[in-house]
């Protein structure tokens, strides 16, 4: 079956625009994860949902980052004003619950020039 | 602990050696502990687990060994193949669930034919 998708696979913004960034996760996976990878370190934790809500959103910078998953499914994430440390790549991952493996995205590259 | 940086601690073995990629972890109250495979352009891939009522657990061509003494954790892999070639994170959570995870410094494997 197919596993979890981000789109796009890379996104070029200048300093102080808006972007999204989409997570499809694995059909019938309840739990969903957002993390960033800076280059030649280990992926961070940014939030998780449990459904629609998010359960967890302590791995957020600041305020210009939000995320959503309106109908417990697709999730966005958001970042307003972008910074040229915003640069990164984010991760999706997705699982049946939080006691399960999770499924990771092929990520999201932005670069905020 | 984790550390940051550019540089990857790398290991270089031939192909059909056994490899041995070791991680340090700081918080005693850590629970849960997974090894991840990334390929360059990939999201982590699961590769085995192990919780903390446990010192050692075997899959196939893996093995996780565990020790809370030294807070040490190290992912063997016997008979090394070119296909093993990747970045290795070590990853913990703890409070009984696994969805807040950290992720370690990686460490690059090249498997030389």
């Known amino acids: 079956g197919a596993g979890v998708s981000q789109t796009p696979s890379n996104k070029v913004t200048e300093k102080g625009k808006y972007v999204e960034l989409r997570c499809d996760p694995i059909?019938?996976?309840?739990?969903l994860y957002w993390y960033r990878q800076s280059l030649g370190q280990g992926p961070e934790f940014l939030i998780y949902?449990?459904?629609?809500?998010?359960?967890?959103d302590s791995g957020l910078p600041n305020d210009r980052f939000f995320a959503v998953r309106p109908e417990g499914s697709v999730s966005t994430l958001k970042i307003q004003r972008t910074e040229r440390g915003d640069s990164a790549v984010y991760l999706c991952?997705?699982?049946?619950?939080?006691?399960?493996?999770?499924?990771f995205g092929p990520g999201t590259r932005l670069t905020v020039l | 602990g984790e550390s940051v940086g550019l540089h990857l601690p790398t290991l270089s073995v031939q192909e059909g050696d056994n490899s041995i990629i070791n991680c340090a972890y700081s918080?005693?109250?850590?629970?849960?502990f997974i090894w991840y495979k990334q390929e360059s352009g990939k999201g982590p891939q699961f590769i085995i687990d192990?919780?903390?009522?446990?010192d050692k657990r075997q899959g196939q061509r893996v093995t996780v060994l565990l020790n809370k003494t030294v807070k040490h954790l190290s992912l063997q892999i016997a008979a090394t193949q070119p296909g093993d070639s990747a970045v290795y994170f070590c990853?913990?959570?703890?409070?009984?669930?696994?969805?807040?995870?950290?992720f370690g410094k990686g460490t690059l494997l090249t498997v030389n034919p």
């Open positions: 192990i919780r903390s009522n446990m």
């Open positions: 059909s019938g996976h309840t739990a």
């Open positions: 990853a913990f959570s703890s409070g009984g669930s696994n969805y807040k995870l950290t």
């Open positions: 918080n005693s109250a850590s629970d849960y």
């Open positions: 991952a997705s699982s049946l619950g939080i006691y399960n493996e999770q499924f």
């Open positions: 949902f449990q459904g629609t809500g998010a359960a967890d």
